[in-house]
């Protein structure tokens, strides 16, 4: 574990290396993919849940927190655009860097640092956690994000009164946040593993 956390800090200290960039674009090229797609989307109204963080998760995991920040950049811009090009209901709130790119940046990030720093040997379990919690930092950045800025927007948007806006983003955190979580976990951990197995 110990190698491995100075491997990716060192890889992390230098400017991007050939392969990183490469697995930037890889990653997010099948963001993109899933986004244009629609595979990336599980419609729950009001909104679609997501596994379009995942490639930003397998990011950080792999490569550390400047490559998973960088996938989650992509993303983040990626979803800017779409909200012009093809809004929908919450679209206004995505036209916003602070919603759109910073929270999608922080997956990449936190997946980095929880997989790196948590002191637990199991590789497994770090990914797994690392997983989680990156899609948690998403969704409730998003959520708390939507509530405190655009809040009236959103009740008039889903047609709600404005003094229960705060109850129905909560909802969308449960409802959204842990089958995103759970299904980022099932899917980052088997192909992280056998990644990084290939890699060494």
Do not use: C, D
Request: aromatic share 8%; charged share 10%.
């Amino acid at each position: 574990m110990e190698k491995e956390s100075a491997v990716l800090q060192t890889r992390s200290a230098q400017k991007f290396t050939v392969r990183q960039l490469t697995i930037i674009g890889l990653l997010a090229g099948i963001t993109i993919v899933l986004g244009m797609t629609g595979w990336g989307f599980v419609p729950i109204p009001p909104i679609s849940a997501t596994i379009l963080h995942i490639p930003t998760i397998l990011g950080g995991v792999v490569e550390g927190p400047k490559v998973g920040m960088a996938v989650g950049f992509l993303f983040g811009v990626y979803s800017m655009v779409q909200a012009y090009i093809a809004p929908n209901v919450l679209s206004f709130a995505f036209m916003n860097p602070i919603i759109s790119v910073l929270p999608r940046m922080l997956i990449g990030l936190v997946a980095a640092l929880v997989y790196l720093y948590l002191p637990i040997k199991v590789k497994a379990i770090r990914i797994g956690l690392a997983a989680f919690l990156g899609t948690a930092t998403n969704t409730i950045l998003v959520m708390s994000g939507i509530y405190a800025i655009y809040g009236v927007e959103f009740a008039k948007a889903t047609h709600i009164p404005e003094e229960t806006v705060l109850k129905a983003v909560m909802a969308i955190v449960w409802s959204h946040g842990i089958p995103e979580a759970l299904l980022a976990v099932a899917v980052v951990t088997p192909v992280a593993i056998a990644v990084i197995r290939k890699f060494k």
